[in-house]
């Protein structure tokens, strides 16, 4: 069965950081692309970043850019997404995908 | 960057009667493999996204046959052939021939 799996959303106040966890199972992690997705409380859905599988290609939306950072460990069968100079529209519920399968996410909430 | 226009936003629909929901790209979804990367998602309250149709009118596994997908180039539909209560939700069109970039979504529910 395939599960993705996010962990290290939290409350941070603005300025700070946070460092996001997706562990994927159930698949050959190695040979699939991955998206981070985040959905703010009641909006829809809004594309954060995407890594190809052997990390060679990387891409952010532009309200991530310079803040943002994906990154792999295909020995690990994982995913990362370290987020610095948080800001309170940061706030959402964080998602790992492949565009197929999603985890349950991860809320992170930006606020003094 | 893509666009994704869906309509309606909200739609009211009696059990067992069908519902559809169209979704337009503000440029053609044909990648330079051949293939369009446009696919529908179902979020139940409370609920991540569900991966329902893929590369226009594929099915996802187990995803029951009351859902299909048709459509091409810029123009693309959903529709449920008999509403059941489980159907509840909002649905987005999804593509990703460019990135990822999503509808606003269509919030389902039974009038």
């Known amino acids: 069965e395939v599960q993705l799996v996010e962990s290290g959303g939290g409350l941070v106040q603005p300025g700070g950081s946070l460092r996001l966890s997706c562990a994927a199972s159930g698949f050959t992690f190695s040979s699939y692309n991955m998206h981070w997705v985040r959905q703010a409380p009641g909006k829809g859905l809004q594309w954060v970043s995407y890594?190809?599988?052997?990390?060679?290609?990387?891409y952010y939306s532009d309200s991530v850019k310079g803040r943002f950072t994906i990154s792999r460990d295909n020995a690990k069968n994982s995913l990362y997404l370290q987020m610095n100079s948080l800001r309170a529209e940061d706030t959402a519920v964080y998602y790992c995908a492949d565009g197929g399968y999603w985890g349950q996410g991860t809320l992170v909430t930006v606020s003094s | 960057d893509i666009v994704m226009t869906q309509t309606p936003l909200s739609s009211p629909v009696t059990l067992g009667q069908p519902a559809s929901i169209s979704c337009r790209s503000s440029?053609?979804?044909?990648?330079?493999?051949?293939?369009?990367?446009l696919s529908w998602l179902q979020q139940r309250p409370g609920q991540p996204p569900r991966l329902l149709i893929y590369?226009?009118?594929n099915r996802f596994s187990g995803v029951p046959d009351r859902f299909s997908g048709s459509g091409a180039g810029t123009d693309f539909t959903l529709k449920i052939s008999r509403v059941e209560a489980e159907d509840v939700g909002v649905y987005y069109c999804?593509?990703?021939?460019?990135?990822?970039?999503f509808g606003l979504g269509t919030k389902v529910e039974i009038k």
């Open positions: 890594i190809s599988s052997s990390s060679r290609t990387i």
């Open positions: 999804m593509q990703a021939t460019q990135f990822l970039s």
């Open positions: 440029q053609s979804l044909v990648h330079s493999d051949g293939n369009t990367y």
């Open positions: 590369k226009i009118s």
